[in-house]
Nanobody, 111 residues
Framework: VQLQASGGGLVQAGGSLRLSCAASRSSFNFMGWYRQAPGKQRELVATITRGGHPNYADSVMGRFTISRDNDKNTVYLQMDSLKPEDTAVYYC????????WGQGTQVTVSS
């Protein structure tokens, strides 16, 4: 199984980005996004169940929206009102009996 993430980039504070992650096959129960800033541990950003129930880290609640398209085996992360502290490498993760990880996409938010 391969996960291909895209959509990262450089944006000014207050701006928006949309990340996408497509899997090479289907039937994942959980999909999610994690991030890792320089010198910090990887942390959960958001997850979503097969039924569409989301879960968010407190730091992104109300600013980020996770969604998924089961027909396309794709998970999305709409990031609005971005802050410099959101700067990190963002990784998608999908779970079905084990975890699968994407390659990471850089998000940089300038002040």
């Amino acid at each position: 199984v391969q996960l291909q993430a895209s959509g990262g980039g450089l944006v000014q504070a207050g701006g928006s980005l949309r990340l996408s992650c497509a899997a090479s096959r289907s039937s994942f129960n959980f999909m999610g996004w994690y991030r890792q800033a320089p010198g910090k541990q990887r942390e959960l950003v958001a997850t979503i169940t097969r039924g569409g129930h989301p879960n968010y880290a407190d730091s992104v609640m109300g600013r980020f929206t996770i969604s998924r398209d089961n027909d396309k085996n794709t998970v999305y992360l709409q990031m609005d009102s971005l802050k410099p502290e959101d700067t990190a490498v963002y990784y998608c993760m999908m779970y079905n009996f084990r975890e699968y990880w994407g390659q990471g996409t850089q998000v940089t938010v300038s002040s």
